[in-house]
């Protein structure tokens, strides 16, 4: 049965073969709402660089290379759900070599149901990476107004020889009075202190 989605998640499919890449898109079906083939890899990068993809097959190898290489190289530099499809012969030393990246690998030949199944860890995977990279910028942006806060306070102690807990109720007041967050209100302290 296939998992059901919001159908948003986009797929990037790349294979030589036109026939593989056809039946990837059928057994796909709904799962994704948008699909995209490339047949190299250099045309696959091409198309990463452009545009941001949710999950990437690569049926190796490619008429270009491997795409192993380039599978390892793309997990580590993009947050996206990778799926490698190898023959049974080298699926343990890629698997291996794929350990703590992210990346699935499955043998070939691939029933539509394992390909089902492997698209639906990638779509729980990509939601997983965009909460985390969501909760990242949500701290960064966080650490970043703690910063701005914090130079604030330090300016305040310095040229106006204020406490630290002085300090810490200016800025919460000036904002209180101005209607602004503490990062707006501390913001402007710097600029109206670093001018004396």
């Known amino acids: 049965m296939p998992i059901s989605t919001k159908n948003n998640s986009s797929l990037l499919i790349v294979a030589s073969s036109q026939n593989t890449t056809n039946s990837i898109k059928q ?24 545009e941001h993809y949710d999950s990437l097959i690569i049926n190796a190898p490619l008429t270009d290379e491997n795409g192993i290489q380039a ?7 993009l947050p ?20 703590n990246t992210g990346i699935f690998v499955i043998s070939r030949p691939v029933k539509g149901q394992q390909l089902i199944e492997a698209a639906g860890i990638l779509i729980t995977m990509q939601r997983r990476l965009d909460q985390m990279a969501l909760e990242n910028q949500k701290l960064r942006r966080r650490l970043d107004d703690m910063e701005i806060i914090t130079r604030a306070k330090c300016l305040l102690i310095e040229r106006q020889h204020l406490s630290e807990e002085q300090a810490h109720y200016y800025v919460e007041k000036y904002a209180m009075d101005g209607s602004v967050t503490k990062r707006e209100a501390a913001m402007e302290i710097i600029a109206r202190l670093d001018e004396l």
């Open 71 to 77: 599978a390892l190289d793309i997990a580590a530099r």
């Open 27 to 50: 057994v796909m079906g709904g799962l994704f709402g948008k699909v995209a083939v490339a047949d190299t890899m250099v045309l696959a990068k091409q198309k990463l660089a452009a």
């Open 80 to 99: 996206i759900g990778i799926l490698l499809l190898v023959s049974g012969e080298i699926f343990d030393k890629v698997a291996y070599r794929a350990k």
